[in-house]
């Protein structure tokens, strides 16, 4: 069965510290799909990042980056030098073409809260 | 220009009562989706719509029906409301229906009375 692991279920960081978010996944499909979504305290949903399951290479993006692990079935999330900004609760999620029918299978989220 | 919008925003109304939750996306998608968030932040899939067919139909009371009108729209109507369908609803859109991104909708927060 397909499932979202985010054991971290809040954070709290000093502003400028660095944040991992971690997410596990487990699926039985060789072909699948993660992302991230940031839902701030304002309750919309903004999508982060989509990735498939054959490609492995880590992504940045500015302060953001993500580290895919097949070998641990791992999907985390790091914010360098984090701000007021980026408090949020953040979802990993899970698509595959199987059990989830490419329908998103969401883990219960991280809730971050990054003090001045 | 919103690119998937929901109305109402709030929505506060008695045990019995039947509703309806618009949706609309100006995105060109062919799927979309409606999702139920509870009090603890739990997201989880209801619907999804591919060019105005049911694909997906999660286990929901039936007292839920989803209607599409046409590729842009995806209304949810909600019969007899009990306190336990409390919650935030989020219409999302995305390009296909096969893993794509899905781009949210900004919610419905529902109370049920």
């Known amino acids: 069965a397909q499932k979202v692991t985010q054991a971290q279920t809040e954070i709290s960081v000093v502003e400028k510290e660095d944040v991992t978010l971690d997410c596990v996944y487990e699926t039985r499909d060789t072909t699948y799909y993660l992302f991230w979504y940031k839902q701030p305290p304002s309750g919309e949903l903004v999508f982060l990042i989509r990735r498939n399951s054959f490609d492995e290479q880590n992504e940045i993006s500015g302060r953001y980056s993500w580290n895919f692990q097949k070998s641990t079935s791992s999907f985390n999330f790091t914010i360098t030098a984090s701000q007021v900004v980026d408090s949020a609760v953040y979802f990993c999620?899970?698509?595959?073409?199987?059990?989830?029918?490419?329908?998103?299978?969401f883990g219960k989220g991280t809730k971050l809260s990054v003090k001045p | 220009d919103t690119a998937v919008s929901q109305t109402p925003k709030y929505l506060v109304t008695q045990m019995g009562n039947d509703k309806s939750i618009k949706c609309e996306q100006n995105?060109?998608?062919?799927?979309m989706y409606w999702y139920k968030q509870d009090s603890k932040k739990f997201l989880k899939i209801m619907f999804s719509y591919n060019n105005k067919e049911l694909i997906i139909n999660e286990t929901v009371p039936n007292r839920f029906s989803p209607k599409s009108p046409d590729k842009a729209h995806l209304n949810l109507h909600i019969n007899s409301l009990e306190l336990g369908d409390s919650a935030v609803y989020f219409c999302a859109s995305s390009l296909t229906g096969t893993s794509d991104e899905q781009y949210f909708g900004p919610g419905t927060r529902l109370t049920v009375t």
């Open positions: 999620a899970l698509s595959d073409l199987g059990g989830s029918q490419g329908n998103l299978i």
């Open positions: 995105l060109g998608h062919d799927t």
